[in-house]
């Protein structure tokens, strides 16, 4: 597909919940939940960042590590909401490990540093993450 590309000069998009095959074949992520981008970069910073969306950091946990033998692999809790109920406020907030009270009520906004965006509270009033 990427040959493919590069001779027809035109773009491609993937879609898929496998991050090794996004490090290999994308210049840009977007990491969607529920029907939203809650987290968009270039690929590069996708592996590099040390702050990621909590959904995307449970995309990270989920990658088999072949350097270290485990039973399985850490998945993220809880289910997806049904898409004709989604729940108030921020739609990863049921299944989030970092949940707040705001998270629960409000929409999060969308944090951007260096081209780097997040749809979180934990990255709101200007946070430098990268």
Do not use: W
């Amino acid at each position: 597909m990427g040959q493919l590309k590069e001779k027809l000069q035109m773009a491609m998009m993937m879609i898929t919940h496998d991050l090794g095959i996004v490090a290999q074949t994308c210049d840009y992520v977007a990491v969607m939940y529920a029907g939203e981008i809650i987290e968009y970069c270039d690929v590069r910073t996708m592996f590099t960042a040390r702050r990621h969306h909590p959904y995307t950091l449970g995309l990270f946990g989920s990658i088999p590590d072949l350097e270290r033998r485990t039973e399985r692999l850490t998945p993220i809790a809880g289910l997806m909401p049904d898409p004709t109920a989604l729940p108030e406020g921020c739609r990863f907030s049921p299944r989030c490990p970092q949940c707040m009270d705001i998270c629960r009520r409000e929409a999060p906004p969308v944090c951007t540093a260096d081209g780097h965006s997040i749809q979180c509270f934990l990255f709101k009033e200007g946070a430098h993450y990268g």
